[in-house]
């Protein structure tokens, strides 16, 4: 099996001391004992926590949905609690995990929230969808961003989950435009750490012909690609799980997706982590129609064009009142505004929740000097 270039790791776990010895039987018993005690304590406070939420309004009422009673604000703060409160020997990532589980099931008791998704199964936003709702959701795999969009936008989901950046290859420029003329509302963002991995039905990389994937992973691997394969055509597709589907079917085919798409397409991994950057995350965003309230750690996301475009200083005056209100931008990006030819419009992220005072006052500001003005959503930071 072919690798990547060599990563630094951190060992996960401790061995136990050398020459320790093994528990007695009757030692191993106790331990079991007390280990059956404690999973019976768990699961009572489990069932506690269960018909807490629901006297607390979370599951289905007769006039309302689940969606009516999901609150990611409150959840960010309760994964928040867990993560200052962990003190091992359980890893943070662990913890947060099965936390994000247990509040998933507790939604979900009467009817399971329906996120859609960019697919088809196997995709990094499947895998997004997972870590931010939990598996008591109802997935719904869809063919394209338009598609995830049209179905929140219609009811048939609740929320959807689309990409938005990569911390390699910068923005998703299909989230954004439909962004720019859609009514919905970031509700919540997803950071998920991208691991790229070569699979096919071949024995070895030496008959590869050619190399399938989504536009954004075969740029995220493209130094891997240019040492290892540099004469194997590179073909993008729509996903990486199309990339994975042709895999399967097409002789001299590979793909470059998540170790999941392996599992689902029966393929062999051929090489592993072979994205060009360690530190290769992805951003997504959730989409949907409800506006929350502050979490105590958000962000906002602001569409607006300059009043005069053509005049200096027209990009200065949008920034202005972030600066003024002591306020951070964390990014800005800029795309075609679609009214006329050389026209943009400016997306940016700052920290902070619109209802804040110090926010909503720059808001204000920025209105005033704007042509086009939306606030696309405020939204608690990912948790991790």
Not at 104 to 129: D, H, R, Y
Not at 192 to 197: G, N, S
Request: charged share 25%; net charge positive.
């Amino acid at each position: 099996m072919a690798k990547a270039p060599e990563k630094t790791r951190a060992k996960k776990g401790g061995a136990a001391s050398v020459g320790t010895a093994p528990p007695s039987r009757s030692a191993l018993d106790s331990l079991r004992g007390q280990i059956d005690a404690v999973d019976a304590k768990i699961h009572a406070l489990l069932n506690d926590r269960a018909l807490l939420a629901r006297q607390a309004g979370v599951s289905k009422h007769e006039d309302g949905h689940t969606v009516d009673f999901y609150r990611p604000e409150r959840e960010a703060q309760v994964l928040r609690l867990a993560r200052e409160r962990n003190k091992g020997p359980l890893r943070t990532e662990e913890i947060l995990r099965l936390f994000r589980e247990i509040m998933s099931a507790c939604l979900a008791q009467e009817e399971p929230l329906k996120v859609g998704f960019l697919g088809p199964e196997g995709t990094f936003s499947q895998t997004a969808t997972l870590k931010h709702f939990g598996h008591s959701v109802r997935a719904l795999a869809l063919s394209s961003v338009d598609e995830v969009f049209h179905e929140v936008e219609a009811g048939l989901a609740d929320f959807g989950v689309v990409p938005v950046e990569n911390s390699t290859e910068g923005s998703v420029n299909h989230t954004l435009d439909s962004l720019l003329g859609s009514p919905l509302r970031i509700c919540g963002e997803v950071e998920l750490r991208i691991h790229q991995f070569l699979m096919g039905s071949m024995k070895s990389i030496g008959h590869i012909k050619r190399v399938c994937s989504h536009p954004q992973s075969l740029a995220q691997c493209r130094g891997w690609l240019d040492e290892h394969l540099p004469d194997v055509a590179r073909v993008p597709v729509a996903s990486n799980a199309e990339g994975a589907r042709r895999a399967r079917d097409e002789e001299g085919t590979a793909a470059i997706a998540g170790e999941t798409a392996a599992e689902i397409y029966g393929l062999k991994i051929l090489a592993t982590e072979i994205e060009d950057r360690g530190d290769n995350t992805t951003r997504f965003f959730v989409v949907g129609k409800k506006v929350f309230k502050p979490s105590g750690d958000d962000r906002t996301t602001i569409l607006c064009s300059a009043l005069h475009t053509d005049s200096p200083g027209a990009l200065y005056r949008l920034l202005e009142p972030f600066a003024k209100h002591k306020i951070s931008m964390t990014r800005i990006e800029s795309r075609p505004s679609r009214r006329k030819k050389w026209d943009y419009v400016f997306f940016f992220d700052i920290d902070g929740h619109a209802e804040e005072a110090h926010v909503a006052k720059a808001l204000a500001a920025l209105k005033k000097r704007a042509s086009l003005f939306r606030v696309l959503g405020s939204y608690p930071r990912a948790v991790s």
